[in-house]
Structures are given as C-alpha cells and as structure tokens.
C-alpha cells in the first residue's frame, strides 16, 4: 500500500484528473462544506476527503491538437 502524507493541514479539496491521474491540493473553503453536513446530519465530522475528478488542463491543452 501507498501512504499519502498531506501537506496542507486545513480543510480542502482534491483535484483528480482522469487522465494523467495527477493529484493538486485545492484550497477553497471546504470547511463551509464541512459545517453544513455537520448542520444536515448531525454528525461531528472528525475527518474529510474530498475529491473532483475532470481533466486537468495540460491534458485538456494535449487534447485539443
């Protein structure tokens, strides 16, 4: 198995590109997101992973020749 040790400590996200498969850290405000499903279900939200997959745009610029 892997082992991935996260560099940023706050909330954020996980860009995942289908198809080079590279990983960017994303800061955004995800602990609003955390809030509000705390808010929706009640839960205390001890951990997170939040993840967007698409194409990133290196790919997208090798796509388009």
Do not use: Q, W
């Amino acid at each position: 198995t892997k082992s991935v040790y996260e560099l940023i400590k706050e909330p954020h996200l996980h860009m995942v590109c289908d198809k080079c498969h590279k990983v960017e850290d994303i800061v955004i405000g995800a602990e609003k997101i955390i809030e509000e499903a705390e808010k929706l279900s009640g839960y205390k939200i001890k951990e997170s992973f939040i993840t967007l997959r698409g194409i990133c745009p290196e790919c997208k610029k090798n796509t388009k020749k």
